[in-house]
């Protein structure tokens, strides 16, 4: 990721750039400041750290943006419009690792309004090598897929098969699948495919298949729709028919070493052992209640008061679904506070930096909109209005 290293000089000269710097802000307790950008309407933090003979100036991880580009363009206007004496740097490199980018690829936020592209949608969680999602998609070319994996190099290989391929029906989010269907609308997939899903016997917490899973995968099935886990594992198969049938009222179907037209990797693996295979389906059967995901994350009392640095909790704020936890705070000239806080769901929390002024806001953008982050916003409201 983007950094420069620089000779020390006077930051403070920082705030002459107002036309790209939108404040500078001090670490309490600590030498190293943060610089808060406005660059080509993409708002982003910068951290400077210093050492005895020398300052890095790099990027944030929280508020990056998606184009690695405005990163490397911003150092390189503020190195270059203070004459700062650079002494390495990696902003000249093309292409860096780990972003990835495609029309295909959707962020979490883009499902906050968002239009399918087709008229029947169905979602593949954890698709890995996306086997079957790529045949399914060629199978219904006027359906639209939806494949959600956690792991980045997965995401980036599916969108290279979906150019290869010249599909124009599967969008892929690089993201936890558990989070992403409370941000679909009620009564509209065809179906939910969970194949060979981690067994997590050690640590049951972080299955995908749970009783809040099976709650949200009813709400978003159409009539008819459903959701299908297919698994190689005993343990898997028996804990998620317990969880389905836990539902007051539910149909389910389960078959036992059914041939599929595709095979996956892992299940060609299981296959070669004599491994059985399992399918249990949910049928939904009622339409759910429409969701309305507009939910206000704005801080509409909350104004600067210097007490605030003292009142923050320490300890970590538990409640039922969400927590809090407040890691630092930073001292802005001109009555504005900055707070770096971490909150929400714990599978996937939020980490935000707050910006403390007369009309105080999360600084680059809001918490991605669900009814658990939304609780937890409430909540933070509470701490900060002293
Ligand atoms: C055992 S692999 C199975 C892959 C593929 N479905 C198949 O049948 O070959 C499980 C996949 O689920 C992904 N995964 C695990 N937890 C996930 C989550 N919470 N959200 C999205 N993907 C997840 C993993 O990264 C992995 O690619």
């Avoid at 780990?98 to 959707?106: R, V």
């Avoid at 179906?191 to 009783?211: G, L, Q």
């Avoid at 929390?349 to 991605?368: C, D, G, M, N, Q």
């Amino acid at each position: 990721m983007p950094h420069i290293k620089v000779e020390k000089f006077d930051t403070q000269l920082i705030e002459t750039l107002d036309d790209i710097v939108v404040f500078r802000a001090i670490v309490l307790n600590s030498d190293d400041e943060l610089f808060a950008i406005n660059y080509k309407n993409e708002e982003f933090l910068l951290h400077l750290k210093k050492t005895d003979n020398n300052y890095m100036i790099k990027y944030d991880k929280i508020t990056r943006p998606l184009k690695v580009e405005l990163l490397k363009e911003a150092i390189s206007q503020i190195a270059t419009r203070l004459n700062l004496k650079i002494l390495s740097s990696n902003i000249q490199n093309k292409n860096p690792k780990g972003s990835i980018s495609s029309k295909y690829l959707k962020k979490i936020k883009d499902f906050e309004s968002i239009n399918f592209s087709k008229k029947r949608v169905s979602i593949e969680v954890g698709f890995g090598s996306g086997k079957h999602i790529l045949y399914q998609a060629n199978q219904n070319r006027d359906k639209l897929y939806i494949g959600i994996e956690i792991h980045t190099p997965s995401a980036q290989q599916l969108l290279n098969q979906i150019d290869i391929q010249q599909l124009d029906n599967i969008w892929v989010v690089n993201y936890d699948a558990r989070l992403l269907l409370e941000m679909i609308p009620s009564n509209i997939l065809d179906e939910i495919f969970v194949h060979f899903p981690i067994p997590w016997d050690k640590k049951p917490h972080r299955r995908v298949i749970s009783k809040s899973f099976l709650d949200e995968s009813i709400r978003v099935l159409k009539v008819d729709g459903k959701l299908e886990l297919r698994t190689d594992s005993n343990k898997y198969f028996w804990y998620s028919l317990d969880t389905f049938l836990s539902y007051p009222k539910i149909m389910v179907n389960i078959k036992k070493n059914e041939d599929l037209p595709v095979i996956s990797k892992y299940e060609a693996r299981w296959r070669r052992q004599e491994k059985d295979i399992y399918d249990v389906s949910v049928i939904s059967q009622a339409i759910s209640d429409d969701r309305d995901n507009i939910y206000d994350f704005s801080f509409k009392d909350i104004s600067f008061n210097s007490e605030l640095i003292n009142t923050l909790p320490k300890e970590t704020i538990i409640e039922d679904q969400f927590f809090i936890h407040f890691e630092r705070t930073y001292t802005i000239k001109d009555n504005m506070l900055l707070v770096k806080c971490a909150f929400g769901s714990f599978d996937r929390p939020e980490h935000k930096y707050i910006l403390i002024a007369k009309e105080s806001r999360y600084l680059s953008s809001t918490p991605v909109s669900t009814l658990t982050n939304y609780k937890a916003h409430q909540k933070l409201q509470e701490y900060l209005d002293v």
